[in-house]
């Protein structure tokens, strides 16, 4: 069942839905008008309570206007309390005390001294804190789902007496045959029957050159189609398509990478459960075993209570977060996006890094480095330029424009094409007149050459072919009057990386790795360029996450990547790194640090950052550390009142916050 609430919102399947997991924001039973107000609501409502704490307190110093304060302070137990109650009371259901329950217990027990304001403090931070890691945890699921959105949803189904039926992609069984229009999203991975064709694979291997497909050759779900329209025979369902199994890998890469946790969720439950212990041993048996009264300023419920209120750990919980997030704001200063401050822990303890090599290390870009004839003079080069380019105008694949860029540095005029004809998949050709004379032209593969040339001339033309391949370069070839003309292309390196390659192997002793679906030679040529430590070729998805599996058990492993085909590999390494200007909307949810403008010359200065980041984290807890016990044996004791235990808590607040503050600098 599909629902579609009005034309500016995209249908919702109402399966995926509730299989995915979605958010209520995503419901497809609420409107548009009103689903965004579902987002992000936690942490707006922290937000909002911010606002109402910080007004209170300024309007608690104006007897006239006190009233107004207490209001407000109402309204921040609400939005913030409230939720936090019923936590409580959750957890308490199932036997279980954390820092949830002490923060909960605390902050209300303080309004029962009159101490309202420091516990509202106390819920705000504390709430403020879960629901950025909420947020930031639903966002980095959002890959799933995008994943779904790569093929279409519907397919031209081929019926017997010819006639075409559009229907779903879930309807169609295995043995269908489906239409695949010039330009269409291949829908099911499917067998040609009829028709050839060239076709983007960028969402397996990586690389934005097309591929020809022909007859009896399968084509992968989500495969762009070039020029040509084929015929296709289904031969997996949707469940089982190509796309499915990129998902799948997805979401065992995700279930299966490391899970970090810092040294406060593991002592959570402890410190939570001795603090309200001690707190109600000390209420209960010391008039007993004493002189002290249960009730008054110098009681043991008095003191009890300010020792919970000291030892709530505010500190302790903003300690970590505003460090970390003090980081993230300046990498996004920088244009790096982390999707969560512990991803700074992480990329701190890698000492390996994997780079894909299309749209990471290179920019994806043909680029053509020279022209060449083939057993004969090459006194006409700029003839061949010119014909080569007006053949290829009317194309957009990587080939085409980099022959037509090659024409236009060198200010070379085009002309025109008579008797164009276009071999999909293969090559063009035309009659081109450039001097006086019209010309026979042809562009193409060496394979389209190699069918209109004789039988002396093939040898050498395949020869050269397979030498220009094994130097790590693509090659087009023209054949003009009867003379064969050799266009070589390499993919051109991204500019800075040579530099910034150096710099992780020198200064942070990084182990470098590339895991490209490229060819072996041309993989051989980028690493031996770059001084790569090792490389990997001919790769598809699954062979990259094998890869980065094994490596990552036997080290912390970075993964940098672009594309559909990186995203397996991303979600499993260490730490995935995506670029985010060229990268595929899948990389860039799977990974965990996103290059906003491809900066890759930024990397070592987020190691330094990663690195900075662990010291102030470090430095933080002792201080938090500090704060708490400074105020929690006096408070037991009775040398302290409330109001100093609650100066003694919050100046170990200021200090951790001033000293975190320090990350913000570039």
């Known amino acids: 069942m599909v629902a579609t609430l009005n034309n500016r919102v995209s249908p919702y399947i109402f399966d995926d839905y509730f299989n995915k997991g979605q958010t209520s924001a995503n419901s497809p039973f609420v409107t548009a008008s009103s689903r965004w107000m579902g987002k992000d609501l936690p942490l707006r409502a922290s937000l909002i309570a911010a606002l109402f704490l910080a007004t209170a307190f300024a309007l608690s110093f104006f007897p006239t206007v006190k009233p107004a304060s207490g209001i407000l302070l109402v309204a921040v137990y609400f939005l913030v309390g409230i939720p936090s109650l019923i936590d409580a009371v959750r957890d ?26 420091e516990g509202a403090l106390l819920l705000v931070l504390f709430e403020t804190s879960s629901a950025l890691e909420k947020t930031v945890t639903r966002k980095a699921q959002g890959a799933i789902s995008r994943l779904h959105r790569l093929s279409p949803g519907s397919a031209h189904v081929v019926k017997e007496d010819g006639t075409l039926l559009e229907r779903s992609v879930k309807d169609i069984t295995v043995g269908t045959q489906i239409l695949v229009r010039a330009g269409e999203v291949v829908p099911l991975d499917g067998t040609i029957i009829s028709g050839t064709t060239q076709v983007s694979l960028m969402h397996l291997t990586g690389e934005n050159v097309p591929v020809t497909k022909k007859p009896g050759e399968e084509i992968p779900a989500g495969a762009t189609n070039g020029e040509g329209s084929v015929t296709l025979q289904v031969t997996r369902t949707d469940d089982n398509s190509t796309v499915a199994r990129i998902i799948k890998l997805v979401t065992q ?15 959570s439950r402890g410190y939570a459960t001795s603090i309200i212990s001690i707190s109600l041993l000390f209420a209960l048996i010391v008039p007993l075993i004493g002189h002290t009264r249960y009730f008054g300023p110098t009681g043991s419920i008095y003191r009890a209570l300010t020792f919970l209120i000291a030892a709530s750990p505010c500190a302790l919980i903003i300690a ?93 005029d085009g002309v025109a094409v008579d008797d164009f004809k276009a071999t999909a998949g293969y090559g063009v050709e035309g009659m081109i ?102 490389y990997y070729a001919n790769l598809r998805p699954e062979d990259k996450l094998t890869h980065v599996s094994l490596l990552a058990e036997k080290q912390r492993l970075a993964m940098v990547g672009d594309g559909i085909n990186d995203a397996p590999a991303l979600a499993r390494a260490t730490v995935g790194i995506c670029m985010g200007k060229v990268g595929s909307t899948t990389a860039v949810d799977a990974a965990d640090v996103i290059l906003l403008h491809d900066n890759l010359e930024r990397l070592p200065w987020l190691l330094d950052k990663a690195g900075q980041t662990q010291r102030v984290v470090r430095q933080n807890l002792a201080f938090a550390a500090a704060a708490i016990l400074g105020a929690t044996i006096p408070a037991l004791m009775g040398l302290i009142p409330l109001w100093l235990a609650v100066v003694l808590h919050e100046g170990g607040t200021i200090v951790v916050g001033l000293n975190a503050l320090r990350l913000v600098r570039k």
């Not at 605390?106 to 304001?117: D, I, Q, T, W, Y």
């Not at 995700?254 to 406060?264: D, I, K, N, S, Y």
């Not at 780079?355 to 003079?377: A, M, N, R, V, Y």
Request: net charge neutral; hydrophobic share 45%.
């Open 92 to 117: 308490l259901a199932a036997f279980e005390i954390n820092i949830d329950v002490l923060m909960t217990f605390a902050a209300f027990s303080s309004v029962l001294l009159g101490s309202g304001m």
């Open 253 to 267: 890469a995700r279930e299966a990478r490391p899970r970090l946790q810092c040294w406060f969720d593991r002592i």
């Open 433 to 534: 007149t450039v001097g006086t004379e019209p010309i026979k032209s042809y562009i193409g593969s060496p394979e389209f050459i190699t069918e209109k040339l004789p039988q002396e001339a093939k040898r050498p033309l395949e020869e050269r072919s397979e030498e220009v391949r094994a130097a790590g370069e693509l090659l087009a070839v023209a054949l003009i009057s009867e003379k064969i003309w050799i266009f070589r292309f390499r993919d051109t390196l991204r500019p800075q990386i040579a530099h910034t390659i150096e710099v992780l192997k020198e200064k942070h002793r990084w182990k470098l790795l590339m895991l490209t679906g490229d060819h072996p030679a041309s993989a051989r040529r980028i690493a031996n360029n770059l001084k790569i430590d090792e």
């Open 320 to 412: 970590i977060p505003i460090a970390y997030l003090s980081a993230v704001s300046v990498c996004a200063r920088r244009g790096i996006i982390l999707k969560g401050g512990i991803t700074l822990d992480a990329l701190a303890g890698c000492s390996a890094i994997a780079f894909d090599k299309t749209g990471t290390l290179t920019l994806g870009k043909l680029s053509c480095t020279g022209i060449e004839p083939l057993q004969h003079s090459g006194t006409d080069e700029k003839e061949a330029v010119i014909v080569a380019a007006a053949l290829e105008r009317g194309a957009v694949h990587p080939v085409a424009r980099a022959i037509i860029a090659y024409a236009e540095e060198r200010h070379l």
